[in-house]
């Protein structure tokens, strides 16, 4: 009797969560606000060194702040860059947790929107309920299948998926020039490279034009959210995650664990790529409504740095993409109103995650945001 | 050069590591160290050494207060530690490997070999070391390596030699070699520093011992006087029985049935050549052997986690040579991996994900797509409680738990479902007596239950004291074969058997 009772106690204690720790609390949220901190510290610093005077450089991060999130318009702005990033960052997080360093998202996303591009204004008459989302998946597809590529390499040859990812963003430039110069590609009338339009029936319908018919924000977010939820499930509730996540960590073990290592490789590479084919499909259905030279415009290496900066965790990959979106959005703002270059963005962008990557360094320099380390070992 | 440390302790954080701490290293004595993982044996060797400072107590070198503030300072004492992970460069010769870091040099930097090699021969004439300066690391055998680890602090004039669990890699004779070298040291005037966990030892070679257990010493005598039992009791705080208990041995049916199997290690060298055995249900077969001599490849092999180059394995009646690992897995077939940290667990991961490991799949814990987690975790609950996993939740990370809890979240994971074949690789090294006895304990019950059992072990009594037969493996090829159910094995003819002497 006590026995049962006392191994039901026992039991009880052992499925108690121990709140999160002050650690970790440290570690997802203070030290991400301290870096941007002195992130945006430095930036000044190196206005300074170019010559910026101090006015200059106070106008411009009050036009940082208002640009990306002092008006409907600049949160419009901010969610709208956003989504993309958010999108292509999923899918690196997913890789990284898999143990896959994936540096392609660049040129999945431009085959992803180069397939949506196509569907998009080959069916014309077609209804929207379906053209929207056939259009959605054709990146979704194209995306995944051309980073298995990768996978596949690894899988059967060895061959890394650094490498090979790398060779693949290029040979997706050159597809992207080549293809626009198609003839059934390319819009009638034009000698240069744009694609034809993106029919209303698979465009990504804007939200807020009853508002302002400026306003840019579409329904891409939506997809955003259904991804962030999609990737959390996949990781953390699904046997494909579990294992996803196994080979990530121990690859050895998952492969005692009698788990196979090559589709997993392939599996992971493709859910990647078909959410940096979302996110190309996404810029040229709802933003650009066409293809043109480098509509991908570096968003898949800023979304290695979201994915990065959110620790590889849906959640940390919304918020990070966020924060790029408002940095990117802000920095436009900047250089309009205080004719700051727009590179500065990217110099802030790239400083926080110097200092993301060195919580040594930050805690160095915000000793008292800190316990001391001594403490720290419970 | 006696040692003497005064009233030390160590805190990391609120874990005491060393508690007011007395011991005495005299010079031309073996001071016997004896404890479990954890007890603090490293911690104390390490302020020792110079890399941790005390947070109390002092260190008198022949009776003078001597303070250390960094690992260059020990040594520099006359302190040396040889350590159970050799650090040795593999592609240098015994000669370059001594000298490394303190050469003597000659004008404009010249590397004065000539005189190191001298050096180094002088050394290994005056203790009869028997090593030769000119070979190169990566043609020696462990034992001899371990020699080049001493030639290496007595090299840099110590006069104390801190040895950790130094047995650990030899084979017995080996031991025997090593024990002979200890001694000429000690007859020397070295002042000599052995820790271990293995009670035959430290009783053997010791002149006195000390018994650490949660950072305090528990415990001090005189090895002619004390018996393992004693020793193991200070050790763990609480009787210990070694005498594994099992049921009368009733061998039923053949479970697993090896025929001329080959398998071919990656750089296509001979990894297990042409070996044959059997498994019967109720029975323990124990695989000897000095490490690297096919034992591994063999497993790996039987569980299908390497590819078999010929001849055949059958697992309950079916030919399994080409079944994925997780087929195997499935028909019974339980596996615990001989290196826990690199393959038999995520560190990252916590303990309920780690119970469910390679389960994950199954109905129990599955639903479509979905894992069941809130399942799992009741599971997992379940089976710590069964396995005595201490941990304060499921929820820890299993990097946070100890050595011998770790492997008893393995065991656990593998042991708790239908199981018909277990195979335990190294199943108790580097653990603590208390874990040792019980994971031999749940072997034992699974054998008594009618699963047949593989034991692979480098540990020569633990194989002698388990097994109901004892394969021996030399080179690849199973060279001896012994039955332990008569009476009792010849330890010494295995043991022969295992440096290649049945040939």
Not at chain 1, 262 to 277: N, W
Request: hydrophobic share 45%; charged share 20%.
């Amino acid at each position: 009797m006590t026995d049962t009772s006392n191994r039901d106690t026992l039991t009880a204690k052992l499925l108690q969560r121990a709140a999160p720790g002050r650690a970790e609390f440290e570690d997802l949220v203070i030290v991400p606000i301290f870096a941007v901190i002195v992130a945006l510290i430095v930036g000044a610093l190196v206005m300074l060194a170019t010559a910026v005077d101090i006015q200059t450089i106070g106008r411009s991060y009050l036009a940082l702040l208002q640009g990306s999130v002092g008006s409907i318009n600049s949160l419009s702005e901010t969610l709208t860059s956003a989504i993309p990033l958010v999108l292509a960052g999923l899918g690196l997080a997913l890789g990284f947790r898999a143990g896959l360093f994936n540096i392609g998202a660049e040129g999945q996303i431009i085959v992803g929107g180069i397939a949506a591009v196509i569907v998009g204004f080959s069916f014309p008459g077609m209804p929207w309920i379906i053209h929207l989302p056939l259009a959605l998946l054709a990146g979704a597809v194209a995306g995944g299948l051309y980073a298995s590529i990768a996978g596949w390499l690894r899988a059967a040859t060895g061959a890394h998926e650094v490498i090979s990812t790398i060779m693949l963003n290029l040979i997706s430039y050159r597809l992207l020039d080549y293809m626009l110069g198609l003839t059934w590609m390319q819009r009638e009338g034009r000698s240069d490279p744009v694609s034809k339009s993106v029919v209303p029936s698979a465009e990504l319908p804007r939200l807020l034009t009853d508002i302002d018919p400026n306003l840019r924000l579409h329904a891409g977010i939506f997809v955003m959210i259904g991804a962030v939820i999609l990737v959390y499930w996949l990781l953390f509730k699904t046997k494909t995650g579990f294992e996803f996540r196994a080979s990530g960590e121990n690859p050895d073990a998952a492969r005692y664990a009698g788990m196979r290592a090559s589709l997993i490789i392939v599996l992971a590479m493709a859910t990647a790529g078909a959410l940096a084919g979302l996110a190309g499909a996404n810029q040229v259905l709802g933003v650009l409504e066409r293809a043109t030279p480098g509509f991908s415009a570096g968003i898949g290496f800023d979304a290695i740095s979201v994915a990065l900066l959110g620790r590889s965790h849906p959640i940390g990959v919304l918020f990070a993409g966020l924060l790029f979106g408002a940095l990117e959005a802000g920095g436009r703002q900047m250089q309009v109103d205080a004719g700051v270059s727009i590179d500065l963005i990217g110099i802030i962008q790239a400083l926080i995650i110097v200092f993301i990557a060195a919580p040594l360094l930050v805690r160095a320099i915000f000793p008292w945001g800190f316990r001391k380390p001594a403490e720290r070992k419970e | 050069m006696d040692v003497e440390l005064r009233g030390i302790t160590k805190r990391f954080g609120p874990v005491t590591a060393n508690d007011d701490v007395n011991l005495t290293i005299r010079a031309g004595e073996v001071l016997g160290l004896l404890g479990e993982n954890g007890a603090g044996k490293s911690t104390m060797m390490n302020i020792l050494s110079g890399l941790y400072s005390p947070d109390e107590g002092q260190i008198l070198i022949d009776g003078k207060p001597v303070d250390f503030e960094g690992p260059g300072d020990g040594i520099a004492a006359g302190i040396g530690m040889v350590h159970q992970h050799f650090m040795l460069v593999p592609v240098f010769t015994v000669a370059e490997n001594v000298i490394l870091g303190v050469e003597p040099t000659g004008r404009f930097d010249y590397l004065d070999l000539a005189t190191a090699r001298k050096q180094v021969r002088d050394i290994n004439e005056k203790y009869g070391l028997q090593v030769d300066p000119d070979a190169l690391i990566e043609d020696l055998p462990v034992g001899i390596q371990q020699r080049v680890e001493i030639l290496k602090v007595l090299f840099r004039s110590a006069e104390v030699l801190i040895l950790d669990e130094p047995t650990a890699v030899l084979t017995p004779q080996e031991v025997e070699e090593f024990f002979g070298i200890v001694k000429s040291l000690r007859d020397a005037g070295k002042a000599i520093v052995f820790i271990t966990h293995k009670l035959h030892e430290i009783i053997e070679i010791a002149d006195r011992i000390n018994v650490l257990r949660g950072g305090r010493i528990t415990g001090e005598g005189d090895p002619k006087t004390l018996t393992e039992n004693q020793l193991a009791e200070m050790m763990v705080g609480r009787p210990v029985s070694f005498d594994v208990k099992k049921g009368p041995f009733d061998p039923k049916e053949t479970l697993l049935e090896v025929k001329n199997l080959v398998v071919l290690r990656e750089n296509d060298e001979i990894a297990v050549n042409h070996a044959s055995f059997h498994v019967r249900s109720g029975e323990v077969v124990g695989i000897a052997g000095v490490q690297g001599n096919g034992q591994s490849a063999l497993i790996e092999a039987v569980t299908g986690l390497h590819h078999v180059t010929a001849g055949s394995i059958s697992f309950l009646g079916k030919d399994i040579t080409n079944a994925s690992a997780r087929e195997r897995h499935r028909m019974g077939m339980a596996h615990i991996p001989e290196d826990r940290h690199k393959s038999g667990m995520i560190s990252n991961f916590t303990i309920y994900e780690n119970m469910v490991l390679n389960t994950y799949y199954d109905d129990r814990f599955s639903n479509g797509p979905n894992i069941k987690w809130p399942e799992v975790l009741k599971t997992a609950a379940q089976y710590a409680i069964d396995f005595d996993v201490r941990t304060p939740s499921v929820y820890l990370k299993a990097g946070n738990l100890s050595g011998g809890n770790q492997q008893k979240m393995v065991v656990a994971r593998e042991l708790e479902r239908e199981t018909k074949l277990v195979i335990a690789a190294q199943p108790t090294r580097g653990l603590d007596v208390g874990s040792i006895e019980y994971i031999h304990s749940r072997l034992m019950d699974a054998r008594d239950e009618g699963d047949g059992v593989i034991i692979v072990s480098s540990e020569l009594d633990e194989i002698m004291s388990l097994s109901d037969r004892i394969l021996v493996m030399f080179e690849g090829r199973i060279v001896a074969e012994f039955d332990a159910t008569a009476g009792p094995v010849d330890k010494n003819a295995v043991g022969l058997a295992m440096a290649g002497a049945h040939e």
